[in-house]
């Protein structure tokens, strides 16, 4: 915001100084205080477009300097994400797999007692076919 200030109040020094130079070159005598007036108008104008340049290169120099730290954060941003999404991922994965052992835990068990898939089925009432299935996501998931 300073810098537009600054650039603003050197542009309108600027024009105030062509307007004096012009009323100068149409007057037909200069006594010597304009003479003197005018070159130190002159010599403002070329420090205030010095100074103006100067203004100009800072500038760029942050802009530049604030395009690179966004382009970090940008990349600081996208590898958060990809720690959060993993995170997600092998969360989802231990809950699926806390699911399936609460409910299927008796099946388990029998199955750690050395039971067979006909056992198990015969006593939790249950289908062979269903009993193999869950114990072979289980194995599955494990993995």
Same mark, same amino acid.
């Given at each position: 915001?300073?810098?537009?200030?600054?650039?603003?109040?050197?542009?309108?020094?600027?024009?105030?100084?062509?307007?004096?130079?012009?009323?100068?070159?149409?007057?037909?005598?200069?006594?010597?205080?304009?003479?003197?007036?005018?070159?130190?108008?002159?010599?403002?104008? %070329? %420090?205030?477009?010095?100074?103006?340049?100067?203004?100009?290169?800072?500038?760029?120099?942050?802009?530049?300097?604030?395009?690179?730290?966004?382009?970090?954060?940008?990349?600081?941003?996208?590898?958060?994400?990809?720690?959060?999404?993993?995170?997600?991922?092998?969360?989802?994965?231990?809950?699926?797999?806390?699911?399936?052992?609460?409910?299927?835990?008796?099946?388990?068990?029998?199955?750690?007692?050395?039971?067979?898939?006909?056992?198990?089925?015969?006593?939790?009432?249950?289908?062979?076919?269903?009993?193999?299935?869950?114990?072979?996501?289980?194995?599955?998931?494990?993995?």
């Amino acid at each position: 915001m300073l810098t537009i200030i600054n650039i603003v109040l050197l542009v309108s020094l600027n024009l105030i100084a062509i307007i004096c130079l012009l009323k100068k070159n149409s007057s037909p005598k200069q006594s010597p205080y304009e003479q003197g007036a005018s070159q130190q108008v002159l010599e403002n104008q %070329k %420090k205030l477009s010095r100074d103006l340049i100067d203004l100009k290169m800072e500038m760029e120099q942050i802009r530049q300097s604030l395009s690179k730290e966004f382009e970090q954060l940008r990349l600081e941003q996208k590898k958060f994400l990809d720690t959060v999404q993993s995170s997600a991922k092998t969360k989802d994965k231990n809950e699926e797999n806390l699911l399936l052992n609460d409910r299927y835990k008796e099946i388990f068990d029998l199955h750690k007692q050395g039971l067979s898939v006909e056992q198990i089925a015969a006593k939790l009432d249950k289908g062979t076919g269903e009993i193999a299935f869950i114990l072979q996501l289980s194995s599955q998931a494990r993995r």
